[in-house]
């Protein structure tokens, strides 16, 4: 199937420094959603991006969708403690039915 | 905020029982989706309706069933459970805007079986 490849796989940074992780694909998607999903707690949708180009952002979160539209990246500025778990990006296929294809996630730890 | 939900939220079984983990959505949204989620790993769709009397396959084989008898309604059925089964399954509902769909995901429900 198609594949979204997701970096970084994890990463450990200090409380106040700025994050950022991208997902990259082959094939082209007109539709970028990014979540973050705490142990235990199914994902929760942190924004979404249906325009090529275009920019996002939820409060300490921004995100954009490549004008290629092969590819996202979701900014986190100003890292806090709670921001810790697993970041999925996630991608539908023009005619895919609605199907999404998920990244294999970023882990991100932040240390007080 | 989403509001679809699951029970239960975490199940213990031994194996070769039967179970059925359910899943509502209150946002009548039409498609609804299941995936399966080892700890910390990507997510797997197993199940999806379109609506009412609609069920496809995903793209990871599953031995489970479903059903889409009302729209806000879609468990997901195992015959016989076994340790193979012990998983993290998700259940996810959508609706279009702004030019594309949207999937809003369940808490989940946490399958050990023994």
């Known amino acids: 199937g198609q594949q979204l490849n997701q970096s970084p796989q994890s990463m450990f940074i200090q409380e106040g420094e700025d994050v950022s992780m991208n997902c990259t694909s082959s094939?082209?998607?007109?539709?970028w959603l990014w979540y973050k999903q705490d142990p235990g707690e199914g994902p929760v949708l942190l924004i979404a991006l249906y325009k090529a180009g275009e920019l996002t952002s939820n409060g300490r979160l921004t995100a954009q969708f490549g004008i290629t539209r092969k590819d996202s990246f979701l900014n986190i500025s100003a890292s806090i403690p709670s921001d810790v778990g697993i970041y999925f990006c996630?991608?539908?296929?023009?005619?895919?039915?609605?199907?999404?294809?998920f990244g294999g996630g970023t882990r991100l730890m932040v240390k007080p | 905020e989403a509001d679809i939900y699951q029970t239960p939220r975490y199940l213990v079984i031994g194996t070769g029982k039967k179970i059925t983990l359910e899943c509502s959505q209150t946002m009548g949204h039409d498609k609804m989706y299941w995936y399966q989620q080892d700890p910390g790993m990507e997510l797997h769709l197993i199940h999806y309706s379109y609506g009412v009397n609609s069920t496809e396959k995903g793209d990871l084989s599953s031995e489970s069933t479903v059903s889409r008898i009302r729209t806000e309604h879609f468990p997901l059925t195992l015959e016989s459970a076994r340790p193979s089964h012990t998983s993290q399954y998700l259940c996810?509902?959508?609706?279009?805007?702004?030019?594309?769909?949207?999937?809003?995901f369940g808490p989940g429900t946490r399958l050990l079986v023994l």
């Open positions: 996810a509902s959508s609706r279009a805007g702004g030019g594309g769909e949207t999937q809003y």
């Open positions: 094939s082209i998607f007109n539709t």
């Open positions: 996630a991608g539908q296929l023009l005619n895919a039915g609605n199907m999404l294809t």
